[in-house]
C-alpha cells in the first residue's frame, strides 16, 4: 500500500512563497510519475504540476515561472516550490502517484494516479 502525506500549506501574503512537501512509502519511488493537483471550494480538482520518472516536468498555464516541481529519491520526496503567490492560488493541494512504473507520459490530468495523499490547505491573502 502507497502512502503520500503532504506538509507545508499555510497562509500566506500575495507575492510570498511556500513549498509544498510530499513524502511517499511502500513501494519504489523512483520508478513513478508524481502529480500536484488543487482543489478550490466549488471547483473541480485541478492539475498543477507533474514529474515523470525521468525528470521531464509539465506545469499548469497559468503556474509557469511560478511554481517549480521537484523531487529527491533518496528522500523518496516531491516538492512543490510556490512563488509569487496570487490569491487565486488559494485551494487544497493534493500530490499523486502514478500507477504505472516507467511511465513516459507525464500526466497532467486525474486519471492514471491511483495513490493520492489527503491535501495540504494553502491560502493566499489579497
Known amino acids: 500500500q502507497v502512502q503520500l502525506v503532504e506538509s507545508g500549506g499555510g497562509l500566506v501574503q500575495a507575492g510570498g512563497s511556500l513549498r509544498l512537501s510530499c513524502a511517499a512509502s511502500?513501494?519504489?519511488?523512483?520508478?513513478?510519475?508524481m502529480g500536484w493537483f488543487r482543489q478550490a471550494p466549488g471547483k473541480e480538482r485541478e492539475f498543477v504540476a507533474a514529474?515523470?520518472?525521468?525528470?521531464?516536468?509539465t506545469y499548469l498555464d497559468s503556474v509557469k515561472g511560478r511554481f517549480t516541481i521537484s523531487r529527491d529519491n533518496a528522500k523518496n520526496t516531491v516538492y512543490l516550490q510556490m512563488n509569487s503567490l496570487k490569491p487565486e492560488d488559494t485551494a487544497v493541494y493534493y500530490c499523486?502517484?502514478?500507477?504505472?512504473?516507467?511511465?513516459?507520459?507525464?500526466?497532467?490530468?486525474?486519471?492514471?494516479?491511483?495513490?493520492w495523499g489527503q491535501g495540504t490547505q494553502v491560502t493566499v491573502s489579497s
Open positions: 499523486a502517484a502514478d500507477g504505472v512504473p516507467e511511465n513516459v507520459i507525464v500526466r497532467h490530468t486525474p486519471r492514471g494516479y491511483v495513490f
Open positions: 511502500g513501494r519504489i519511488f523512483s520508478n513513478y510519475g
Open positions: 514529474i515523470g520518472w525521468t525528470g521531464d516536468k
